[in-house]
């Protein structure tokens, strides 16, 4: 690791130890030139996921964009910001753990809409109503009736 003062190519770790998060390691480093002291952090890298929208463009995944959307079907609904960033990391570690590099939106919105599903019923007619692109109220009653009509199955 480079010394960020003197440039040499050589230091020692002193102390190494995991962010908060777990996603990262944290490392304390002296370079064995200057003696000075500086910080590093160790992180998996991961290929980018890429995205293909409906018009077949394609854009890197955007875990905020999804966030974002999230928030807008939670909005004014009993579901925290931790829960809905649990649920776009369980979205985004499926995505990173699947073998494809590209995946289509739908994909997306499917796993958005069956975790959603389990976490306020309210909320995940609005994402779909968006998602599957509802075009009127007839299109509404028919998945609030299947919602129904599952919920009453054993």
């Known amino acids: 690791m480079k010394c960020p003062y003197c440039g040499y190519d050589e230091s020692k770790v002193i102390d190494s130890r995991p962010t908060d998060e777990g996603e990262r390691i944290r490392r304390r480093r002296e370079c064995l030139k200057c003696g000075k002291r500086f910080t590093t952090y160790e992180v998996i890298e991961t290929v980018p996921i890429i995205v293909i929208k409906k018009?077949?463009?394609?854009?890197?995944?955007?875990?905020?964009?999804?966030?974002?959307?999230?928030?807008?079907?939670?909005?004014?609904?009993?579901?925290?910001?931790?829960?809905?960033?649990?649920?776009?990391?369980?979205?985004?570690?499926?995505?990173?753990?699947?073998?494809d590099r590209e995946v289509p939106s739908s994909l997306i919105g499917k796993y958005a809409m069956e975790k959603l599903k389990n976490i306020d019923e309210v909320a995940y007619v609005r994402f779909a109503s968006v998602y599957r692109e509802f075009k009127d109220i007839a299109t509404f009653k028919e998945e609030l009736d299947r919602m129904l009509k599952a919920r009453r199955a054993p």
């Open 55 to 99: 018009d077949k463009s394609r854009e890197s995944f955007d875990r905020n964009k999804l966030l974002n959307g999230l928030l807008r079907a939670c909005e004014k609904r009993p579901v925290s910001i931790d829960t809905l960033e649990r649920l776009v990391d369980e979205i985004e570690g499926s995505l990173q753990n699947s073998l």
